[in-house]
């Protein structure tokens, strides 16, 4: 039995190794040579002159605004997630999945395609006007508020699943343990229910800042270009084929992503959270 | 039992869920310092009980009166009772010492402040400086908490494990942790909802043991719901035997096993031999065709009886001098007895008796007069 599932697992490491470690090899190769473009094969060398594109304003910026906006799509996630999660499941309804199912939803929808429309419906003229007679966002496309909607919008049923998985996990005799001790209910919550759920806030934390952090495809279409973030200059070096500065950069964000993972795995060591 | 306060009244009290009636007009007293047990089989209604009294259900009819006050909306964390849960419940964020001191941790000043009493607290917090002081006071409170659950630690002799977290405990220990986490707060009346059902049998009689005496050392009363008939004779005061949320019989564990009042408690209560019989004249009874001599009982003559031999009341002996003889059928060896099912009449009798006899021997019993319980014939089964 073991034999076989060994075998059943061996396309899957294969696909692993090439398309993950390899690329992440490559990668980290990359940022410290001097390939782009301009380069030939031949002329490969080690370099760390472009270390001091570290150091460039615009790069610090996009950093800045990349942890800020993570740092407060974070934050909203958890506020409003946590609170629909626990909403969730308090309910009475019989099949909290189909609740479950109703947040996931949009995530079936293509990604870019969701931005659009959402950019769509944020500026002055759009499908929502003509048919509630209102601007439901006001003309906010292109400013820091529709990028922080779109994000948190995209990102937040992570949140919402994962504290709800923990949430779902914390044994009902324990609540009761705790009212029987003597505690109202909101101490309760504070004293037992919370910290007993940290560990899927821990998760679903982790599991909307790296994306909001690394991502360019939300701020590039709800700011048109108006808020840079790290992800973008990323994607700009690519383009303009400036190879180990984008590797270089990617590097930097693995290094966050490493990170958190340890945090993860700290917190939450059997992953039971996770999806 | 008469001169004792009563401390817990159940008036009517009824519950149904999904329009089954798992509580039915239930009418229970309870006083003070006593151990008194709810028995029944899984779905008889006693946890249910257990939890109105908790405070964790409502019932729909009836009151339940504590220290003589009407009880039915108080939430749990209002009532001065503590639960022992079946699974413990303990906290798995904290530690056995911080589960311990959780309730009175979480208590407000007021509360705490009568909890230990103005002096002990001041008392104290001289040790610790100005007692003027709010931040001295309340140091001073969290010495004393921290002092009463080691203390509470000791009781249920699990003092060397205050930092150890509880999923490094076993079930046990845990069960001891769960205990001194109710104890510590002094309640008056302490709910335990098959505390013991998770333990090996042998630490589970040890826990009897302990349990009964530590009931007996602090006073508290204790409201045990067990499907443990063993269990229940060997700590209560009083038994209450239930079944489809009603209440069979009840009184001490003595009267309950010898003068079951009906079929069910006879079979819920031990191994039993329950025999049709008639109520010949006074004090005769006549069963399996022979007049056999009683005591205590008063029915019709003639009535249709139900006759209750406990497998340990035969007496055996000889043939020739024996009421009833029959022929062993089945013989197992118990260690302490031997146990027989013997054949008389078309009618199999269970024995207990140290006498050893093979399978096939002809046997001899006579009963004593004192032995023989009788009760009503029900109509319905």
């Known amino acids: 039995m073991n034999k076989e599932f060994k075998v059943l697992a061996k396309p899957y490491m294969v696909w692993l190794s090439i398309l993950v470690f390899v690329p992440i090899l490559a990668m980290v190769l990359i940022s410290i040579s001097n390939l782009d473009s301009s380069v030939s094969v031949g002329e490969l060398v080690i370099s760390l002159n472009h270390f001091k594109l570290l150091l460039e304003s615009s790069t610090l910026i996009a950093f800045r605004n990349s942890l800020i906006f993570a740092t407060a799509t974070t934050f909203l996630s958890f506020v409003f997630g946590y609170f629909i999660a626990y909403e969730i499941k308090l309910s009475k309804f019989k099949n909290k999945f189909i609740l479950l199912t109703i947040i996931i939803l949009p995530m079936w929808s293509n990604l870019i395609l969701r931005t659009e429309s959402l950019a769509n419906i944020m500026s002055e003229n759009n499908i929502l006007k003509s048919i509630l007679g209102f601007n439901l966002f006001g003309n906010i496309s292109g400013t820091w508020m529709a990028v922080l909607f779109g994000l948190v919008f995209t990102y937040m049923p992570f949140m919402i699943l994962s504290v709800y998985t923990a949430l779902e996990k914390i044994d009902f005799a324990l609540e009761e343990a705790a009212l029987d001790l003597g505690l109202p209910p909101i101490k309760k919550f504070w004293k037992v229910v919370f910290p007993l759920s940290l560990k899927g806030v821990v998760t679903g934390s982790i599991m909307v800042f790296l994306p909001t952090l690394a991502g360019f495809a939300i701020p590039k279409i709800l700011s048109r270009g108006q808020i840079v973030f790290i992800g973008t200059i990323i994607e700009n070096k690519f383009v303009y084929t400036n190879y180990n500065h984008g590797a270089l950069l990617a590097v930097v964000i693995l290094f966050f992503i490493l990170g958190s993972i340890l945090l993860l795995t700290k917190f939450d060591k059997e992953g039971e959270t996770l999806l | ?381």
């Open chain 2, 1 to 381: 039992m008469a001169n004792k306060k009563p401390l817990i009244e159940l008036k009517n009290i009824s519950k149904s869920y999904d329009d089954e009636l798992v509580v039915n007009d239930v009418n229970l007293t309870i006083y003070e310092n006593e151990f008194l047990t709810l028995l029944g089989p899984s779905g008889c209604g006693k946890t249910t009980i257990l939890r109105m009294i908790a405070g964790f259900i409502k019932p729909e009819q009836g009151e339940v009166i504590i220290n003589g006050k009407i009880f039915n909306d108080l939430p749990p964390y209002a009532r001065p009772i503590h639960t022992v849960f079946q699974k413990y419940a303990l906290f798995p964020h904290l530690n056995v010492i911080d589960n311990v001191a959780f309730g009175l941790n979480n208590r407000s000043w007021e509360y705490l402040e009568n909890f230990f009493g103005k002096e002990k607290i001041e008392k104290e917090a001289k040790e610790l400086g100005d007692i003027s002081k709010k931040n001295i006071l309340r140091k001073a409170i969290k010495n004393l908490i921290y002092k009463d659950s080691e203390q509470a630690l000791k009781l249920v002799k699990l003092e060397g494990f205050k930092k150890r977290k509880v999923d490094q405990l076993s079930g046990g220990q845990q069960q001891r942790v769960a205990l001194a986490r109710a104890l510590v707060n002094k309640p008056q009346i302490l709910l335990l909802d098959e505390p013991l059902a998770a333990l090996d049998l042998k630490l589970r009689q040890n826990m009897q043991y302990e349990l009964k005496e530590m009931q007996r050392n602090l006073g508290i009363t204790f409201l045990f719901v067990t499907h443990d008939q063993e269990e229940a004779m060997t700590m209560s005061d009083r038994i209450v035997v239930m079944k489809e949320g009603v209440i069979q019989q009840l009184g001490s564990p003595k009267s309950i096993y010898n003068e079951p009042l009906n079929r069910y408690v006879a079979n819920f209560i031990g191994e039993t031999n329950i025999l049709k019989g008639t109520y010949v004249k006074k004090d005769v009874v006549n069963f399996l065709g022979v007049d056999f001599k009683c005591m205590g009982y008063n029915f019709n003559d003639n009535e249709e009886v139900d006759v209750v031999i406990r497998p340990e009341d035969f007496d055996v002996v000889d043939i020739e001098k024996a009421k009833l003889v029959g022929e062993v059928v089945f013989s197992l060896f118990k260690g302490v007895h031997n146990e027989y099912e013997v054949l008389v009449k078309n009618e199999k009798l269970l024995v207990h008796t140290y006498e050893s006899y093979e399978v096939g021997q002809p046997i001899g019993l006579t009963i004593d007069p004192y032995e023989i319980h009788m009760m009503k014939v029900e109509k319905s089964e």
